[in-house]
């Protein structure tokens, strides 16, 4: 598909959408049990939203599973979309443009190439992640770098007013390079923030947790969390009981938002592992206004940037000349 009729493509699939950022309601805040005391917490954080990530199609013959960005869970201040995507040559997403927010690529499974307009080239493997800034604009495409399937989550987290205009810019980090703990059946790879004493070294202009737990069978975690900050799990195998230990189990591809609280308890019951990533953030509490792969604050600030997209200005400026190859 030529690069126009795909940019053309991609305004229809997505229609501009408006949302007011907010933080989760306070109503669970004092819904605790007996049994709730085992977590640990003074207030431990409860699901308030299971939503199950369902298929749909996406670039050139990808399939994703999505959550957060879905019509039961449009946004989750700061975060915009949740991808579990799956991708086999010569399906992929090519040629598309960012402007206002950050991606993070996180590899379960094989490759993906990315290139970008600027210059920047590169394959992230299994395990690897890719934290890339798009800032007040870039253009870059993202193919499978091998045969078969390709597996990975892509999250999409907003950027505040004052950022959402900075140069863009990448932060990757090789699976090797990833700080890990583990202790008493659990093992957590930690890509942003802090777990076990160990910290990321991954800046995040949004504050953010990103954190990869594996619990053995019959094994329970507990895992602060900023008070403050919205938080949800996304649970990639197996099935765990999140929040508190009278709560039904919840299987893979289920995304559950999480209540305020100071951490979050999960007991792995079953006779398998169990996959899931806990990720948390800072609300920016601002107007949310999105137009498929552009997020601004305002509709005159989306206007402006199809113009600048349109006619290749204000950060969009190779537009006019670069082709992945």
């Known amino acids: 598909m030529r690069a126009s009729i795909y940019r053309n493509f991609l305004f229809r699939l997505h229609p501009t959408t408006t949302a007011k950022a907010s933080k989760i309601t306070n109503h669970t805040r004092n819904i605790m049990s007996e049994s709730d005391q085992s977590t640990g917490f003074s207030t431990p954080r409860l699901v308030t939203k299971k939503v199950l990530a369902k298929l749909q199609h996406e670039g050139e013959g990808a399939v994703v599973r999505r959550s957060?960005?879905?019509?039961?869970?449009?946004?989750?201040?700061?975060?915009l979309m949740l991808d579990d995507f799956s991708v086999s040559p010569p399906a992929g997403f090519p040629d598309h443009p960012h402007r206002g927010?950050?991606?993070?690529?996180?590899?379960?499974?094989?490759?993906?190439?990315?290139?970008d307009f600027a210059g920047h080239k590169g394959t992230i493997h299994t395990g690897d992640v890719q934290w890339m800034t798009?800032?007040?604009?870039?253009?870059?495409?993202?193919?499978?770098?091998?045969?078969?399937?390709?597996k990975g989550l892509q999250l999409w987290i907003n950027l505040s007013s004052q950022d959402k205009m900075i140069e863009p810019g990448y932060q990757e980090?090789?699976?090797?390079?990833?700080?890990?703990?583990?202790?008493?059946?659990?093992?957590?790879?930690?890509?942003?923030?802090?777990?076990?004493?160990?910290q990321s070294p991954v800046y995040t202009r949004t504050p953010t947790m990103y954190l990869d737990f594996t619990l053995k069978p019959r094994a329970q975690m507990n895992q602060s969390i900023p008070e403050s900050w919205n938080g949800f799990v996304y649970i990639i195998e197996g099935e765990g009981v999140f929040g508190k230990p009278t709560s039904s189990p919840v299987t893979a591809y289920h995304v559950l938002v999480?209540?305020?609280g100071d951490g979050l308890s999960v007991w792995n019951r079953s006779?398998?592992?169990?996959?899931?990533v806990l990720i948390?953030?800072?609300?920016?509490?601002?107007?949310?206004?999105?137009?498929?792969?552009?997020?601004?604050?305002?509709?005159?600030?989306?206007?402006?940037?199809?113009?600048?997209?349109?006619?290749?200005?204000?950060?969009?400026?190779m537009a006019k000349y670069w082709r992945s190859q």
């Not at 090797?176 to 790879?189: F, H, L, S």
């Not at 006779?271 to 899931?276: A, C, E, G, I, Y």
């Open 173 to 198: 980090l090789l699976s090797d390079d990833i700080k890990t703990a583990e202790k008493d059946g659990v093992e957590v790879r930690i890509i942003a923030g802090k777990s076990m004493g160990v």
């Open 134 to 150: 798009a800032g007040r604009g870039i253009i870059h495409s993202e193919m499978p770098a091998g045969e078969g399937e390709q």
């Open 258 to 260: 999480l209540g305020p």
């Open 280 to 317: 948390a953030g800072q609300p920016i509490n601002e107007p949310v206004v999105q137009y498929g792969p552009f997020v601004m604050n305002t509709q005159a600030e989306i206007d402006q940037t199809i113009e600048d997209y349109h006619y290749s200005k204000n950060g969009f400026e």
């Open 101 to 115: 927010f950050e991606t993070v690529t996180y590899m379960l499974q094989g490759g993906i190439t990315h290139q």
């Open 68 to 79: 957060i960005g879905r019509s039961e869970l449009k946004f989750l201040d700061p975060f």
């Open 271 to 276: 006779s398998k592992p169990l996959r899931f």
